[in-house]
């Protein structure tokens, strides 16, 4: 039986909520719709309900704020057990203790461990291996073209690359780099069934710990090895916490560059004025690197924070047990940080360098050096040996996989010159 006064609340609670496509088929539209909607937006994630966060000076504040937590048992709908494991988007949130899940003083305990691990000095000394890999792959790309000359920018360059990176640095062999790249690329699907996907976290952890077994008994100079043996900043990580920051840092590390190399291509292509002048040198690929951070951020939607008490912002209140959601890509499109234009892809806009892409605070990403020194040697080495390149279909064409987080294409077809 139908009841209309039943139907007229469920209308008004759903108003003005925004769902975040599974399927991620306008995103360009959805990023409108959500910095629209004002400082905070209600969304809805595969049916659960959230706030997020759409506005660069407002999430400043909030990723700084104490009352927001990682921690999954500061969340109501997860206490009433309205969340369950059964909720398609609980692996990006509820992944194991690690520096991403905890906070305060054990949260600076990991992620010290994991810092002493990525310093600037190993980040340098692995500069000629990045070379080396992106000078292999571009002989592999040239090799690769069909018939017709086209061939898969994201498969054969862009994927590969980043995951040789996170390998050589965790000290994986080269063959398991195919594999991990499936796995990854299982989970984050929204095509995936969720069985199957709780089934793929349990595959990884028993890679990760029969690694930290391995590099236990037998340590090299890597980065695993380096979180294991780690003796600064309080107790040694325990082999669940190492699992854990591996887990997440090979995740979070070859999604992003993988993103920022295809979305920074993709954004130069579109605009060969600026691909001009950044050939002729008139300007650094540094500034391409930070103004695709800004515009077309390869994290759409950061996966998630819980208030412990209620924290007002501007005219809204997130309750005592409400999640919140960080939306990259309309934070570095925010016009009050970035101007009027802010839209539009300008490798010379002044504030190109003031963004989020990353993260503020104690959370902000440690992989972050590591994604710019890639995509640093990757752009300009690409064009570099194809300066004819161009796209092999229309833009309108290149469709982005079913990934709710992650800004990432299902192919990119290159014609190379």
């Given at each position: 039986?139908?009841?209309?006064?039943?139907?007229?609340?469920?209308?008004?609670?759903?108003?003005?909520?925004?769902?975040?496509?599974?399927?991620?088929?306008?995103?360009?539209?959805?990023?409108?719709?959500?910095?629209?909607?004002?400082?905070?937006?209600?969304?809805?994630?595969?049916?659960?309900?959230?706030?997020?966060?759409?506005?660069?000076?407002?999430?400043?504040?909030?990723?700084?704020?104490?009352?927001?937590?990682?921690?999954?048992?500061?969340?109501?709908?997860?206490?009433?057990?309205?969340?369950?494991?059964?909720?398609?988007?609980?692996?990006?949130?509820?992944?194991?203790?690690?520096?991403?899940?905890?906070?305060?003083?054990?949260?600076?305990?990991?992620?010290?461990?994991?810092?002493?691990?990525?310093?600037?000095?190993r980040l340098e000394a692995i500069r000629p291996d990045?070379?080396?890999?992106t000078e292999e792959l571009l002989d592999a790309l040239?090799?690769?073209?069909?018939?017709?000359?086209?061939?898969?920018?994201?498969?054969?360059?862009?994927?590969?690359?980043?995951?040789?990176?996170?390998?050589?640095?965790?000290?994986?062999?080269?063959?398991?780099?195919?594999?991990?790249?499936?796995?990854?690329?299982?989970?984050?699907?929204?095509?995936?069934?969720?069985?199957?996907?709780?089934?793929?976290?349990?595959?990884?952890?028993?890679?990760?710990?029969?690694?930290?077994?391995?590099?236990?008994?037998?340590?090299?100079?890597?980065?695993?090895?380096?979180?294991?043996?780690?003796?600064?900043?309080?107790?040694?990580?325990?082999?669940?916490?190492?699992?854990?920051?591996?887990?997440?840092?090979?995740?979070?590390?070859?999604?992003?560059?993988?993103?920022?190399?295809?979305?920074?291509?993709?954004?130069?292509?579109?605009?060969?004025?600026?691909?001009?002048?950044?050939?002729?040198?008139?300007?650094?690929?540094?500034?391409?690197?930070?103004?695709?951070?800004?515009?077309?951020?390869?994290?759409?939607?950061?996966?998630?924070?819980?208030?412990?008490?209620?924290?007002?912002?501007?005219?809204?209140?997130?309750?005592?047990?409400?999640?919140?959601?960080?939306?990259?890509?309309?934070?570095?499109?925010?016009?009050?940080?970035?101007?009027?234009?802010?839209?539009?892809?300008?490798?010379?806009?002044?504030?190109?360098?003031?963004?989020?892409?990353?993260?503020?605070?104690?959370?902000?990403?440690?992989?972050?050096?590591?994604?710019?020194?890639?995509?640093?040697?990757?752009?300009?080495?690409?064009?570099?040996?194809?300066?004819?390149?161009?796209?092999?279909?229309?833009?309108?064409?290149?469709?982005?996989?079913?990934?709710?987080?992650?800004?990432?294409?299902?192919?990119?077809?290159?014609?190379?010159?």
């Open positions: 039986m139908n009841c209309p006064h039943a139907e007229s609340a469920q209308a008004d609670r759903n108003a003005g909520v925004i769902t975040i496509d599974p399927m991620v088929q306008d995103l360009d539209g959805e990023t409108a719709r959500l910095r629209d909607a004002g400082v905070l937006a209600r969304i809805d994630l595969l049916g659960v309900p959230a706030w997020t966060v759409t506005r660069h000076a407002e999430a400043r504040q909030l990723l700084v704020d104490p009352r927001l937590v990682k921690d999954i048992d500061a969340w109501g709908l997860w206490q009433s057990g309205v969340v369950t494991r059964a909720w398609p988007l609980i692996g990006m949130i509820d992944a194991g203790r690690s520096m991403f899940t905890v906070d305060g003083s054990e949260h600076r305990r990991l992620r010290t461990k994991t810092s002493q691990a990525l310093t600037p000095r990045i070379e080396k890999f040239d090799a690769a073209q069909g018939e017709d000359g086209v061939v898969d920018l994201k498969a054969v360059f862009a994927q590969p690359l980043p995951m040789k990176v996170v390998g050589m640095l965790m000290g994986v062999d080269e063959s398991q780099h195919a594999m991990l790249t499936r796995q990854y690329k299982a989970f984050f699907s929204m095509l995936t069934p969720q069985d199957e996907r709780l089934a793929l976290l349990a595959e990884l952890d028993v890679f990760y710990t029969d690694l930290v077994r391995e590099k236990t008994a037998r340590p090299t100079d890597d980065l695993t090895s380096a979180l294991i043996l780690a003796e600064e900043g309080g107790d040694p990580l325990t082999e669940e916490e190492v699992v854990g920051n591996l887990k997440a840092m090979v995740a979070a590390g070859h999604e992003t560059t993988i993103g920022l190399v295809l979305n920074a291509v993709r954004a130069l292509l579109s605009h060969p004025d600026q691909l001009r002048a950044v050939l002729a040198g008139e300007i650094g690929w540094d500034a391409v690197v930070e103004e695709t951070l800004r515009w077309d951020t390869p994290t759409t939607h950061l996966l998630m924070r819980f208030a412990t008490e209620d924290i007002a912002v501007g005219d809204e209140v997130i309750r005592k047990g409400e999640g919140v959601v960080i939306s990259y890509r309309a934070i570095g499109r925010d016009t009050e940080q970035h101007g009027p234009d802010a839209d539009a892809f300008d490798i010379t806009r002044p504030t190109r360098n003031r963004h989020m892409t990353f993260g503020h605070g104690p959370h902000i990403c440690p992989g972050a050096a590591l994604s710019r020194v890639e995509a640093g040697i990757a752009l300009p080495a690409l064009f570099g040996r194809f300066p004819g390149l161009r796209l092999a279909v229309p833009d309108e064409e290149i469709t982005r996989l079913p990934v709710m987080t992650q800004n990432d294409m299902a192919a990119f077809p290159v014609l190379l010159g």
